[in-house]
């Protein structure tokens, strides 16, 4: 089936810093990509839906200069945690919408701990 | 608004038993179901996934028939097994294919040997 990467696995990062995930459609194009955000022990939270070559669209309540994406080709999405605080700290997931098959495979994640 | 409601967990099992995470969900006209597995420390994997009424959607030996009458898209598996450990989320996509996934909270499924 089709692979969704991520990038990095894990990142430990310091307040105030910044940091960026990357999330790769592996073998298909992507014209769509998911970036969620998952508490522990519940479900998945969308913060945007990215599009290639425009601007994305964040869901209610997301900050749209906080969590930064980039969506420049159709196979490559980056998420920016910028000025990251404790609380930032989660388990951010991707996904990618294979166009021609109107499937949704997503990444492995990436934990993001910010101390 | 669409949404999805799931059994809540967590459901322990011993091998070799029955399973049903029972899944219901509320969207306008015909949606897309899918069940989706999050294994420790992985990502989502697509399960299975069932596009029109009464289809049935099968993988590794799981099941969810996609019901219209009772909105319902209940996951079954004959015969459990330690490797089936996991968190379960059933989704649905709203009719059209380019709307967002909507996830129930999940269901954290533990078969003991």
């Known amino acids: 089936g089709a692979v969704v990467s991520q990038h990095p696995s894990r990142v430990i990062c310091k307040s105030g810093t910044s940091v960026k995930i990357e999330c790769r459609s592996l073998?298909?194009?992507?014209?769509?990509m998911f970036w969620y955000r998952q508490f522990p022990k519940q479900s998945l939270m969308l913060m945007a839906t990215?599009?290639?070559?425009?601007?994305?669209?964040?869901e209610q309540g997301v900050e749209k200069d906080k969590f930064l994406i980039n969506h420049a080709s159709l196979t490559l999405s980056t998420l920016t945690v910028t000025s990251a605080h404790p609380e930032d700290s989660s388990f951010y997931i991707c996904?990618?919408?294979?166009?021609?098959?109107?499937?949704?495979?997503f990444g492995p994640g990436t934990r993001l701990l910010v101390l | 608004g669409n949404s999805v409601t799931q059994m809540e967990g967590p459901v322990t099992l011993s091998e070799e038993a029955f399973l049903t995470i029972n899944c219901t969900y509320t969207?306008?006209?015909?949606?897309?179901l899918f069940w989706y597995v999050q294994y420790p420390g992985e990502g989502l994997q697509l399960l299975l996934k069932?596009?029109?009424?009464?289809d049935k959607g099968s993988n590794k030996g799981f099941e969810a028939t996609y019901r219209k009458e009772t909105t319902s898209f209940h996951l079954e598996k004959g015969s459990v097994q330690v490797s089936d450990s996991a968190v379960y989320f059933c989704a649905l996509r709203g009719q059209g294919g380019s709307e967002k996934l909507v996830f129930g909270k999940g269901t954290k499924l533990t078969v003991n040997p």
């Open positions: 069932a596009t029109k009424a009464d």
């Open positions: 969207a306008t006209g015909y949606p897309s």
């Open positions: 996904s990618a919408r294979d166009a021609i098959q109107e499937t949704q495979y």
């Open positions: 990215s599009n290639e070559g425009s601007k994305a669209t964040y």
């Open positions: 073998d298909f194009q992507a014209t769509t």
